[in-house]
């Protein structure tokens, strides 16, 4: 299968770059505007592998999306590219809908007019796999779980933008009859994850024996997904799900915000001796504005439908993301010194009157 994986240079995306480079037959197009968060040196285990290509570019720009698919024909798309952290949509919000919205509408017209020309049989094995967020949901309450039929509840900006091109996907759907699949996964962690995000900055300042921030609290509940085993879901979306069907993707991992940040302390303190332990370093600081107080993803469909269950425990994955840091500041050394040195995002600013 010829695939096109859009943000591949990113978290989720290079992980999906990297398993079907290495443990499928597919020819895999990776395109990607590198922005702050996409790092080829993520990819740089499949840079050489003679069935995998990058290509700069950026969703936005429709002729630049008609020529990839011109040259490569892919018979398959994993629209993964996105602006992704809440906190810089919370004082940057345009880019999230010029690149959440109108980037998710180029690659779903560029992609209705290449599978039109299709002959009828291509057509049909064609999918445009769209990936989002359980954040589209918006917040649960101590019960529950997500499911395909929740109603949509965005209260960021991010998730906003993410639930309008959940939207736009399954219109061009029920429309045109593109054959598109919208994915919802819960909150990832793993390897070449920008140290932005919860876990990895948590890992990093850590070790550093920077002050570790935790937000409100600390009671929030995330549901944990390892980045590998989703990898694994999005390819078997692609190759056994159906056009117009959701799929949530989680591991059922719940765990409160505190409670994974005293996790990353205590093994670094087992892998890495200090002189005190490293909890001493968190710090609880104002809430995230906005901040959900729980999500939870119901993965049944995609495990009685499709046979896809998470490999990777949470304990043990939280470990081996530890011991990843431990061992590649190759890759997260220049990113702390060159984009992101763990500053606090997505304070408001107040309005000058």
């Known amino acids: 299968m010829r695939i096109l994986v859009t943000g591949g240079a990113g978290f989720i995306g290079s992980a999906l770059c990297r398993y079907l480079a290495g443990k499928t037959e597919s020819s895999v197009v990776n395109l990607d505007k590198l922005t702050y968060a996409g790092n080829l040196e ?38 993964l590219a996105a602006e992704t952290h809440v906190d810089r949509s919370i004082t940057g919000s ?144 692609l190759t056994a799900g159906t056009p117009g069907r959701r799929y949530n993707v989680g591991a059922n991992n719940e765990r409160t915000n505190l409670e994974v940040v005293n996790q990353i302390c205590d093994c670094l303190d087992r892998l890495v001796t200090a002189g005190a332990p490293r909890r001493q370093l968190i710090e609880f600081v104002e809430d995230r504005p906005g901040h959900d107080k729980r999500y939870a993803i119901d993965a049944g469909r995609i495990r009685d439908e499709l046979g896809w269950r998470p490999e990777i425990a949470l304990d043990s994955g939280i470990e081996a993301t530890v011991r990843w840091y431990l061992d590649n500041r190759w890759w997260w050394a220049p990113l702390r010194e060159k984009k992101y040195a763990g500053e606090r995002l997505g304070l408001i600013e107040p309005i000058a009157s």
Not at 73 to 78: C, I, M
């Open 94 to 237: 345009s880019a999230f809908v010029e690149t959440n919205i109108g980037g998710t509408l180029t690659m779903l017209e560029a992609a209705r007019r290449h599978w039109g020309r299709l002959p009828a049989a291509e057509r049909d094995a064609c999918r445009f796999i769209h990936v989002s967020t359980d954040e589209v949901y918006g917040s649960l309450g101590a019960d529950g779980h997500f499911t395909e039929t929740s109603a949509y509840d965005p209260r960021s900006p991010y998730a906003a933008t993410k639930a309008a091109a959940d939207h736009l996907a399954g219109a061009w759907h029920e429309t045109y009859g593109l054959p598109t699949i919208v994915t919802n996964c819960s909150n990832n962690y793993g390897p070449f994850h920008f140290p932005e995000k919860l876990i990895p900055l948590a890992i990093l300042n850590a070790l550093e024996g920077k002050p570790v921030a935790v937000y409100g609290d600390g009671s929030n509940i995330r549901d944990w997904l390892h980045v590998d085993d989703h990898a694994r879901a999005l390819h078997r979306v």
């Open 42 to 79: 993520s990819l740089r285990a499949i840079a050489n592998h003679p069935r995998y290509r990058f290509v700069k570019a950026d969703i936005c720009d429709r002729a630049a999306v008609d020529a990839v698919f011109a040259d490569f024909k892919p018979q398959a798309v994993v629209h």
